[in-house]
């Protein structure tokens, strides 16, 4: 459960609660992005927290999984990108087609209502700020292994650190199922969302041979 690639800033406590808040409010201050919500639970205390920090911090913030349904309830000076599947997206009162130029359209006009920035993931990731609308082809069936989504999360927040919403979310999307077509054919359905970490630079990048 250890990795010599992470800084880990340790923090007292079984689960997030309003009362960690201001600890966290001047932890995030001295960052240039936060990534708020993977692994973090829904308790209704973890929840409040959420609201409470969200309300309370003005800078860059990546919004997922369990913290995500908060975010239409929240008034917020932050810039948001917030990354759900379809199932998240309805959580947060968001809409659901199958189609994807259908799916498109209805991301667009949310984000527009949210005020902040979509990446819907799916078959086709839909990426909006309610007015530019993009829509990503890259990934595959394998990267429904349990972990990508939070990949996507980490590389989605390494990019909105130096660039505005929409592009970073962009590049994020096209990077993380890039590198999960490039390593799909050594593992199949055996893909670990691990697996996708060496491939990104080359993701982003490009590589010599192309």
Request: with cysteine.
């Amino acid at each position: 459960m250890y990795s010599e690639n992470l800084i880990v800033d340790a923090f007292v406590g079984t689960r997030l609660l309003a009362e960690h808040v201001p600890e966290l409010l001047d932890r995030a201050a001295d960052v240039d992005v936060v990534v708020l919500g993977p692994g973090l639970g829904d308790t209704d205390d973890t929840l409040a927290a959420v609201r409470r920090f969200l309300a309370a911090f003005d800078g860059k913030v990546v919004v997922d999984a369990d913290a995500l349904q908060v975010v239409p309830d929240v008034e917020t000076d932050g810039s948001l990108v917030c990354t759900p599947h379809q199932g998240e997206l309805r959580g947060m009162g968001g809409p659901s087609a199958e189609a994807w130029r259908e799916r498109a359209d209805a991301v667009t006009a949310f984000a527009d209502e949210l005020g902040h920035a979509l990446l819907v993931k799916g078959a086709y990731d839909v990426v909006s700020d309610g007015r530019t609308t993009r829509v990503n082809r890259t990934g595959n069936p394998g990267m429904t292994v349990g972990g990508t989504g939070d990949v996507l999360a980490g590389v989605t927040a390494a990019m909105f650190s130096t660039m505005d919403a929409l592009p970073a979310a962009s590049i994020a999307a096209y990077a993380n199922g890039r590198a999960g077509d490039d390593v799909v054919g050594d593992y199949s359905y055996g893909l670990l969302a691990t697996d996708l970490l060496d491939a990104l630079p080359a993701a982003l990048w490009g590589d010599d041979d192309e």
